[in-house]
């Protein structure tokens, strides 16, 4: 009976011993360092995009609806500060079309189903402007997509200039400027699209400066950069 007893001591002895080692064990594996798989994000997305040459500006019209403009794109290219040349224009015609714009024929198919507003008889508007940059293949030249929500154009070229020092070395950055506020017929900078720049002092390639510019161009970044173009938006005003 003794031997008995002594063999059940044992075995339970056994089997906790046991348990216990396998608790540690499971501590062990929840503390151990691993490698996660995860689904990459929208930042994720952007930022490789940006880092391959894709750039994309959204500028919000919605305001300027109860109006009616002509609208313009202009681009202007700087070399040393100095403007080359007359404006690239772009026309993307009216800000918004209305049902009484088209011959009676032609109203009496339109529905309200393809209007952007019944209420106020809106055909179609350009609620959105879209400025994006994209490689061309060829590092010397850089295309845009400038387009309104009514259509534009999808093929911009920009030819770029090497870096000082790099004959074969093509690097630019973009910079957005401030609109302190609307004023019709004028000239409105949006994007600032220029060359980096060789810092000899510092032995270094540079576009560092100023995040947001001014459209009289006094921000010290500007006097830098030896390459650059602005794009900017006028709004002409139309009778309803």
């Known amino acids: 009976m003794k031997s008995y007893l002594t063999l059940v001591i044992v075995g339970v002895a056994m089997l906790c011993a046991c348990g216990t080692t396998k608790t540690t064990s499971s501590a062990n594996v929840a503390t151990q ?9 929208v930042k994720d997305v952007m930022t490789l995009l940006e880092r391959s040459g894709y750039q994309l500006f959204t500028y919000d019209l919605t305001s300027l609806l109860d109006g009616r403009y002509d609208i313009t794109v202009r681009i202007r290219e700087y070399v040393n500060g100095v403007q080359t040349g007359e404006d690239r ?18 109203q009496a198919q339109i529905t309200p189903e393809m209007m952007v507003d019944p209420a106020s008889q809106t055909y179609m508007w350009a609620d959105q402007l879209n400025i994006g940059f994209y490689p061309s293949g060829i590092d010397s030249v850089a295309y845009a997509s400038i387009e309104s929500s009514m259509g534009g154009y999808p093929k911009q070229p920009f030819k770029l200039r090497p870096i000082e020092k790099y004959n074969n ?14 004023e019709p017929n004028k000239f409105i ?12 002092r510092a032995n270094v390639i ?6 947001e510019l001014t ?26």
């Open 33 to 41: 360092k691993t490698i996660k798989v995860r689904e990459p994000n």
């Open 189 to 200: 900078p949006l994007v600032f699209f220029g060359s980096h720049w060789f810092d000899e």
């Open 169 to 182: 070395r093509y690097e630019y950055g973009f910079r957005q400027f401030k609109i302190e506020k609307f």
């Open 89 to 106: 224009v772009l026309g993307l015609g009216e800000n918004k079309w209305q049902v009484s714009d088209f011959d009676p024929s032609v």
């Open 206 to 211: 540079r576009f560092c400066g100023d995040a």
């Open 215 to 240: 459209s009289d161009l006094s921000n010290e970044i500007v006097q830098y950069v030896p390459h650059f173009y602005i794009i900017g938006i006028e709004f002409q005003t139309q009778e309803e």
